[in-house]
C-alpha cells in the first residue's frame, strides 16, 4: 500500500500544510479515490479527513493539492468541501481554473491554420506548453459557434484534428506549480495508438490478474442494408460498387441506379423474411448524413452499415492492472468455451491509497482476437499456471495502521481471493515483521508498544511450502 505525502497550497501556491498517514502530527486521510480519465488524461481527487485538525482550516475551496506518484506530478483545485462536525470531504479536479472554468466565445478561423496555430489563439494567456505534437501535417479551416470553456474549446479543436490530448502537470521542488504540458496524438485507431503504449504483449489472465470477463453480444440494433441520403437529397444511385472479404467473397454490394448497400452475409446469417426470396431477406435502415458527394456518401454509409450488420458485443472485465490512462494490453480468459482473447485499452483507473479493494481499471476499444496456439501446448501452459498460480492478498484493519502518541492496538487480518473466491481458510498464514517471524492465524493483533517509529507487517499464504501471495503494510 502507497503512502502518499500531499501538500496544501494556497491560491497561490504557496505550501499551508501536508497530509500524510505516515506522520503522527499530520492530518490523515481516508476514503480516498484518484480516478483518472482517458480524456485529456483528467484526473479528480476525493478524500476525507478529520474535522478537528488545526490543519483542516486549509482544506478550503480554492486552494490547491500537489502530490508525486509513481515518477508522475498531480495539480488539483479544491472545488468541493463538504463539512459537518467531525469529518471533512474533499473534491479536486486536475488543472486550473483557467482551464476549466474561463470560457471561449465564438471564433471562425480565417484560414487554414495548423494545430499550435489554433492552440495559440486560444490560449493567447500561455496556461499550457505544447510538447508532442503529431498533427504536424494538417491545416484545416473551422469555426466555433458556441460559447464554451477553455478546456472544452481544447477537446473540440483535437475532434477537429482526429487527435487525443493529454494534459501533464509539472510541479516545482516545493510542490507549486511550473508547467502545465499538453500532448497531441493522432486518435487511437488499427494504425495508431494514440495516448499510451501498445503493450500488447502483456496478457492479463483469468484467475491471476483479472476476476472475471462478461460478453454481451445484442442485434437489437442490427441491420443488413442501408439506404442513405446526404446534403440535397443526394445517393449513391450512379454508383456500382463491390466490396470482397479476405477470401474473395462478395460481402458489400450497391447496384448502379439502386441507391442501397447490401451486406451480403450479413443477410445470409440474419434473413429478415424466410417466406421471401434470398434477394429480398435484408432489414433495412434509412439512413442521413451531410455528405456533399456520392463516393463520400457511400463511404460513410458503408462504414455505418459494417457496425451495426454484426451482433453489437461489450466486455466487462472485473480487476485492477497497474498499467496508464491509454494502454492498450491483452487480456485471456480461458475458461470460456473457446477461450476468449481479447485486445483492449485502459480508458479509466480508479486508485486508492488507502483502500485496495476500491481499484479497478476501465477498458474500450475490445477487440476480439482468434487464438493462434495450438490446444494441446495451451492446455499444458493452463496446467502450468493452476500450478503456479498467485492469489490476490490484502490486509484489512480494524482500528487503522497509524498509532498516535504510542497507545492504542490494531487487528490486522489477512485477506486471500482467487478469481472472487475467498481462499483465507484454505491456506497457512505466517505473519513477520520487519522480516521477522511475528506469528500465524488469519489475524495479528499489533500493539503500539510493539512498534518504535514504524514497522513493516507481512503476512504469506501458503499451500504446503508454496507461497501463493503475500501483502504487507507500514
Given at each position: 500500500?502507497?503512502?502518499?505525502?500531499?501538500?496544501?497550497?494556497?491560491?497561490?501556491?504557496?505550501?499551508?500544510?501536508?497530509?500524510?498517514?505516515?506522520?503522527?502530527?499530520?492530518?490523515?486521510?481516508?476514503?480516498?479515490?484518484?480516478?483518472?480519465?482517458?480524456?485529456?488524461?483528467?484526473?479528480?481527487?476525493?478524500?476525507?479527513?478529520?474535522?478537528?485538525?488545526?490543519?483542516?482550516?486549509?482544506?478550503?475551496?480554492?486552494?490547491?493539492?500537489?502530490?508525486?506518484?509513481?515518477?508522475?506530478?498531480?495539480?488539483?483545485?479544491?472545488?468541493?468541501?463538504?463539512?459537518?462536525?467531525?469529518?471533512?470531504?474533499?473534491?479536486?479536479?486536475?488543472?486550473?481554473?483557467?482551464?476549466?472554468?474561463?470560457?471561449?466565445?465564438?471564433?471562425?478561423?480565417?484560414?487554414?491554420?495548423?494545430?499550435?496555430?489554433?492552440?495559440?489563439?486560444?490560449?493567447?494567456?500561455?496556461?499550457?506548453?505544447?510538447?508532442?505534437?503529431?498533427?504536424?501535417?494538417?491545416?484545416?479551416?473551422?469555426?466555433?459557434?458556441?460559447?464554451?470553456?477553455?478546456?472544452?474549446?481544447?477537446y473540440s479543436l483535437a475532434d477537429v484534428f482526429n487527435a487525443e490530448l493529454e494534459f501533464?502537470?509539472?510541479?516545482?521542488?516545493?510542490?507549486?506549480?511550473?508547467?502545465?504540458?499538453?500532448?497531441?496524438?493522432?486518435?487511437?485507431?488499427?494504425?495508431?495508438?494514440?495516448?499510451?503504449?501498445?503493450?500488447?504483449?502483456?496478457?492479463?489472465?483469468?484467475?491471476?490478474?483479472?476476476?472475471?470477463?462478461?460478453?454481451?453480444?445484442?442485434?437489437?440494433?442490427?441491420?443488413?442494408?442501408?439506404?442513405?441520403?446526404?446534403?440535397?437529397?443526394?445517393?449513391?444511385?450512379?454508383?456500382?460498387?463491390?466490396?470482397?472479404?479476405?477470401?474473395?467473397?462478395?460481402?458489400?454490394?450497391?447496384?448502379?441506379?439502386?441507391?442501397?448497400?447490401?451486406?451480403?452475409?450479413?443477410?445470409?446469417?440474419?434473413?429478415?423474411?424466410?417466406?421471401?426470396?434470398?434477394?429480398?431477406?435484408?432489414?433495412?435502415?434509412?439512413?442521413?448524413?451531410?455528405?456533399?458527394?456520392?463516393?463520400?456518401?457511400?463511404?460513410?454509409?458503408?462504414?455505418?452499415?459494417?457496425?451495426?450488420?454484426?451482433?453489437?458485443?461489450?466486455?466487462?472485465?472485473?480487476?485492477?492492472?497497474?498499467?496508464?490512462?491509454?494502454?492498450?494490453?491483452?487480456?485471456?480468459?480461458?475458461?470460456?468455451?473457446?477461450?476468449?482473447?481479447?485486445?483492449?485499452?485502459?480508458?479509466?483507473?480508479?486508485?486508492?491509497?488507502?483502500?485496495?479493494?476500491?481499484?479497478?481499471?476501465?477498458?474500450?476499444?475490445?477487440?476480439?482476437?482468434?487464438?493462434?496456439?495450438?490446444?494441446?501446448?495451451?492446455?499444458?501452459?493452463?496446467?502450468?499456471?493452476?500450478?503456479?498460480?498467485?492469489?490476490?492478498?490484502?490486509?484489512?484493519?480494524?482500528?487503522?495502521?497509524?498509532?498516535?502518541?504510542?497507545?492504542?492496538?490494531?487487528?490486522?487480518?489477512?485477506?486471500?481471493?482467487?478469481?472472487?473466491?475467498?481462499?483465507?481458510?484454505?491456506?497457512?498464514?505466517?505473519?513477520?515483521?520487519?522480516?521477522?517471524?511475528?506469528?500465524?492465524?488469519?489475524?495479528?493483533?499489533?500493539?503500539?508498544?510493539?512498534?518504535?517509529?514504524?514497522?513493516?507487517?507481512?503476512?504469506?499464504?501458503?499451500?504446503?511450502?508454496?507461497?501463493?501471495?503475500?501483502?504487507?503494510?507500514?
Amino acid at each position: 500500500m502507497d503512502n502518499i505525502r500531499i501538500a496544501v497550497l494556497s491560491a497561490y501556491d504557496n505550501v499551508c500544510a501536508f497530509i500524510d498517514n505516515e506522520a503522527p502530527e499530520a492530518m490523515h486521510y481516508y476514503d480516498d479515490e484518484l480516478h483518472m480519465y482517458l480524456e485529456g488524461a483528467a484526473s479528480t481527487y476525493t478524500f476525507k479527513t478529520s474535522a478537528d485538525h488545526p490543519d483542516a482550516l486549509n482544506l478550503i475551496e480554492g486552494n490547491k493539492l500537489a502530490f508525486r506518484y509513481r515518477q508522475k506530478d498531480y495539480y488539483f483545485n479544491i472545488m468541493r468541501v463538504v463539512q459537518d462536525e467531525y469529518e471533512i470531504e474533499i473534491e479536486a479536479y486536475s488543472l486550473v481554473f483557467e482551464l476549466l472554468n474561463e470560457e471561449k466565445g465564438p471564433y471562425n478561423a480565417e484560414k487554414a491554420m495548423t494545430f499550435a496555430e489554433y492552440l495559440k489563439a486560444f490560449n493567447y494567456e500561455q496556461t499550457v506548453t505544447l510538447g508532442i505534437n503529431e498533427v504536424t501535417d494538417k491545416s484545416i479551416k473551422n469555426e466555433w459557434k458556441d460559447t464554451e470553456t477553455i478546456l472544452a474549446r481544447f477537446y473540440s479543436l483535437a475532434d477537429v484534428f482526429n487527435a487525443e490530448l493529454e494534459f501533464i502537470p509539472k510541479l516545482n521542488t516545493d510542490y507549486s506549480l511550473n508547467r502545465i504540458i499538453v500532448n497531441a496524438y493522432r486518435k487511437h485507431s488499427d494504425t495508431d495508438q494514440g495516448m499510451g503504449t501498445d503493450r500488447t504483449d502483456m496478457v492479463l489472465r483469468y484467475g491471476r490478474n483479472v476476476k472475471g470477463v462478461t460478453k454481451t453480444s445484442d442485434i437489437t440494433e442490427l441491420y443488413t442494408a442501408i439506404r442513405a441520403t446526404g446534403k440535397d437529397g443526394l445517393t449513391v444511385m450512379g454508383l456500382d460498387k463491390t466490396e470482397l472479404d479476405a477470401k474473395g467473397n462478395i460481402e458489400f454490394i450497391s447496384p448502379k441506379n439502386n441507391g442501397n448497400i447490401y451486406a451480403v452475409q450479413a443477410r445470409d446469417r440474419f434473413p429478415s423474411n424466410l417466406m421471401m426470396n434470398e434477394n429480398e431477406r435484408y432489414i433495412a435502415k434509412i439512413w442521413e448524413c451531410d455528405a456533399e458527394n456520392a463516393n463520400t456518401l457511400y463511404e460513410e454509409a458503408l462504414k455505418e452499415l459494417k457496425t451495426y450488420c454484426v451482433p453489437q458485443v461489450e466486455y466487462e472485465v472485473d480487476g485492477y492492472f497497474d498499467t496508464d490512462i491509454g494502454d492498450t494490453i491483452t487480456i485471456a480468459d480461458d475458461e470460456y468455451n473457446p477461450p476468449l482473447y481479447l485486445q483492449a485499452r485502459v480508458t479509466e483507473q480508479l486508485q486508492s491509497f488507502t483502500d485496495l479493494s476500491r481499484n479497478k481499471t476501465t477498458f474500450s476499444n475490445f477487440k476480439e482476437l482468434k487464438s493462434q496456439i495450438d490446444p494441446k501446448l495451451l492446455k499444458k501452459m493452463n496446467t502450468l499456471i493452476t500450478a503456479n498460480k498467485v492469489y490476490s492478498c490484502s490486509i484489512i484493519t480494524d482500528n487503522g495502521i497509524t498509532f498516535k502518541n504510542g497507545q492504542g492496538e490494531t487487528t490486522l487480518t489477512a485477506s486471500v481471493m482467487d478469481s472472487g473466491a475467498d481462499r483465507t481458510a484454505d491456506v497457512k498464514i505466517k505473519w513477520y515483521k520487519d522480516n521477522t517471524a511475528a506469528g500465524s492465524g488469519s489475524s495479528l493483533l499489533v500493539k503500539a508498544a510493539e512498534v518504535s517509529g514504524k514497522a513493516v507487517y507481512r503476512f504469506e499464504a501458503l499451500e504446503g511450502t508454496k507461497i501463493r501471495g503475500t501483502y504487507e503494510v507500514t
